[in-house]
């Protein structure tokens, strides 16, 4: 079944540095969402992009799709230790069903 | 709104004891979701409700597992006979058709010893 992959896997920064998280994937979509885990907590829901857009922000967050590579990038700007988390890629092939990527590890060093 | 609840939050069994992990959505959420996630096959989907009826159950491992929706606003996972590999944290989450967010709940870790 389709799945978003992302990359890196993990990724270590120092505050203040940015953060970006690629994710890729194979089939037709109508959106991507990126969501956020803090370590033993449920997943949070960061952003939505729908597949006929290019660009979207929100704060210091800003998600880009590229669906002739089918690809998708977060970027998180200005980072801060708060945003230590994984960070996962869902896309949506419909009936409000989302294939989760395995996850970006990412380590803001104070 | 006090969010997508899981209950519990640990639990900790016995091989071959029966499990059930409880749900309660989001209310006025049409859609729920049971996944589970481990470190080695990350987070997968088990089965999914529309309306209280399950739509897809293709991710359930195998019959020790079960999923009833009885109402919208309760939903049970079972798993009978338990088994190590099971261990897991559990999420539940509900989505509206209006939207495409899922909102998790806080998940439930089972041990099986």
């Known amino acids: 079944s389709q799945q978003g992959e992302e990359d890196p896997q993990a990724l270590s920064i120092q505050e203040g540095e940015n953060a970006t998280m690629n994710c890729s994937y194979k089939?037709?979509?109508?959106?991507l969402q990126w969501y956020r885990q803090n370590s033993g907590r449920g997943l949070v829901h960061l952003i939505l992009?729908?597949?006929?857009?290019r660009e979207k922000h929100s704060g210091r967050l800003r998600v880009t799709l590229d669906t002739s590579k089918k690809s998708s990038s977060l970027l998180i700007t200005a980072s801060r230790a708060a945003d230590t988390a994984s960070y996962f890629c869902?896309?949506?092939?419909?009936?409000?069903?989302?294939?989760f990527g395995k996850g970006n590890q990412v380590v803001v060093i104070p | 709104d006090a969010g997508v609840i899981q209950s519990p939050r640990h639990e900790v069994t016995e091989m071959g004891q029966e499990v059930t992990l409880r749900c309660k959505p989001i209310?006025?959420?049409?859609?729920l979701f049971w996944y589970r996630q481990t470190m080695m096959r990350g987070l997968e989907l088990l089965i999914y409700?529309?309306?209280?009826?399950?739509?897809?159950d293709s991710g359930m491992p195998e019959d020790r597992f079960s999923a009833k929706m009885p109402n919208a606003s309760f939903s049970t996972l079972k798993i009978q006979p338990s088994e190590p590999r099971d261990s897991a944290v559990y999420f539940c989450?509900?989505?509206?058709?209006?939207?495409?967010?899922?909102?998790f709940g806080p998940g439930t870790r089972l041990t099986v010893l």
């Open positions: 989450a509900s989505s509206s058709s209006l939207t495409d967010t899922q909102y």
């Open positions: 089939t037709s979509i109508n959106n």
């Open positions: 992009i729908r597949s006929n857009e």
């Open positions: 869902a896309t949506d092939y419909g009936n409000n069903r989302l294939a």
């Open positions: 209310s006025g959420h049409d859609y």
């Open positions: 409700f529309n309306n209280n009826v399950p739509i897809d």
